[in-house]
Protein backbone atom coordinates (compact mmCIF):
# COMPACT_ATOMS: atom_id res chain seq x y z
CA UNK A 1 0.00 0.00 0.00
CA UNK A 2 1.24 3.55 -1.30
CA UNK A 3 1.74 5.60 1.63
CA UNK A 4 3.12 9.65 2.25
CA UNK A 5 2.91 11.02 5.08
CA UNK A 6 3.78 14.46 6.13
CA UNK A 7 5.04 16.12 9.24
CA UNK A 8 6.64 19.24 10.61
CA UNK A 9 4.13 21.72 9.86
CA UNK A 10 2.90 24.03 12.44
CA UNK A 11 2.87 27.59 13.02
CA UNK A 12 5.49 30.22 13.33
CA UNK A 13 5.88 34.18 12.89
CA UNK A 14 7.13 35.74 9.62
CA UNK A 15 10.96 35.22 9.02
CA UNK A 16 10.81 32.05 11.52
CA UNK A 17 11.50 28.20 9.68
CA UNK A 18 10.56 25.05 9.75
CA UNK A 19 11.17 21.91 8.28
CA UNK A 20 8.75 19.25 6.40
CA UNK A 21 9.37 15.82 6.30
CA UNK A 22 7.49 13.45 3.76
CA UNK A 23 8.21 9.32 4.95
CA UNK A 24 6.82 7.48 2.22
CA UNK A 25 6.24 3.75 1.74
CA UNK A 26 4.82 1.12 -0.70
CA UNK A 27 6.95 1.94 -3.69
CA UNK A 28 10.61 2.99 -4.32
CA UNK A 29 11.47 6.34 -3.40
CA UNK A 30 14.80 6.04 -5.74
CA UNK A 31 13.21 5.86 -8.85
CA UNK A 32 10.98 9.13 -8.54
CA UNK A 33 11.03 12.36 -8.83
CA UNK A 34 9.34 14.25 -5.64
CA UNK A 35 7.18 17.36 -5.17
CA UNK A 36 6.30 19.44 -2.55
CA UNK A 37 2.69 21.51 -3.77
CA UNK A 38 0.73 23.83 -1.20
CA UNK A 39 -2.64 24.96 -0.96
CA UNK A 40 -3.89 27.94 0.20
CA UNK A 41 -7.45 28.69 1.55
CA UNK A 42 -9.53 29.70 -1.27
CA UNK A 43 -6.48 28.99 -3.60
CA UNK A 44 -5.45 26.70 -6.56
CA UNK A 45 -2.54 23.83 -5.60
CA UNK A 46 0.64 25.25 -6.70
CA UNK A 47 3.81 23.50 -6.99
CA UNK A 48 7.01 24.76 -4.78
CA UNK A 49 9.85 22.38 -5.22
CA UNK A 50 10.61 19.35 -7.18
CA UNK A 51 13.70 17.04 -7.04
CA UNK A 52 14.92 14.40 -9.43
CA UNK A 53 15.54 11.00 -8.45
CA UNK A 54 18.69 11.16 -7.39
CA UNK A 55 18.80 14.30 -5.83
CA UNK A 56 20.75 16.25 -8.31
CA UNK A 57 18.34 18.28 -9.97
CA UNK A 58 16.00 20.75 -8.00
CA UNK A 59 13.21 23.14 -9.38
CA UNK A 60 11.54 26.14 -7.58
CA UNK A 61 8.90 28.27 -8.04
CA UNK A 62 9.79 31.77 -8.11
CA UNK A 63 8.40 33.30 -4.66
CA UNK A 64 10.49 30.92 -2.89
CA UNK A 65 13.98 30.52 -4.80
CA UNK A 66 16.70 31.19 -2.08
CA UNK A 67 14.64 30.49 0.92
CA UNK A 68 13.25 26.57 0.62
CA UNK A 69 15.51 24.02 -0.22
CA UNK A 70 14.03 20.67 -1.23
CA UNK A 71 16.24 17.65 -0.13
CA UNK A 72 15.87 13.78 0.26
CA UNK A 73 17.60 10.48 1.51
CA UNK A 74 16.20 7.61 -0.28
CA UNK A 75 17.90 5.39 2.12
CA UNK A 76 15.26 6.68 4.59
CA UNK A 77 12.49 6.54 2.27
CA UNK A 78 12.09 10.47 3.37
CA UNK A 79 11.99 13.59 1.08
CA UNK A 80 12.55 17.08 2.99
CA UNK A 81 11.65 20.67 2.85
CA UNK A 82 13.43 23.24 4.75
CA UNK A 83 11.59 26.54 5.13
CA UNK A 84 13.57 29.63 6.18
CA UNK A 85 12.35 33.17 5.64
CA UNK A 86 8.71 32.34 6.16
CA UNK A 87 6.19 34.82 4.88
CA UNK A 88 2.17 34.97 5.63
CA UNK A 89 1.83 34.23 1.56
CA UNK A 90 3.43 30.99 2.57
CA UNK A 91 0.54 29.80 4.72
CA UNK A 92 -0.81 26.86 2.96
CA UNK A 93 -1.54 22.66 3.63
CA UNK A 94 1.43 21.73 2.05
CA UNK A 95 2.06 18.30 0.41
CA UNK A 96 4.67 15.63 -1.06
CA UNK A 97 3.52 13.92 -4.01
CA UNK A 98 4.79 12.00 -6.85
CA UNK A 99 2.61 13.56 -9.65
CA UNK A 100 4.00 10.72 -12.57
CA UNK A 101 2.19 8.28 -10.19
CA UNK A 102 -0.68 10.35 -8.95
CA UNK A 103 0.58 9.37 -5.22
CA UNK A 104 -0.17 11.94 -2.70
CA UNK A 105 0.14 13.10 0.82
CA UNK A 106 -2.54 14.46 3.31
CA UNK A 107 -0.42 17.52 3.80
CA UNK A 108 0.69 19.42 6.66
CA UNK A 109 -0.82 22.46 7.99
CA UNK A 110 1.87 25.94 7.51
CA UNK A 111 0.84 29.06 8.98
CA UNK A 112 3.20 32.59 9.11
CA UNK A 113 1.57 35.05 11.44
CA UNK A 114 2.96 37.29 13.88
Known amino acids: QVQLVESGGGSVQPGGSLRLSCVVSGFTLSLYAMSWYRQAAGKERELVAEIGASGSTTNYVGSVKGRFTISRDNAKNTVYLQMNSLKPEDTAVYSC???????WGQGTQVTVSS
Open 97 to 103: GVPVRNY
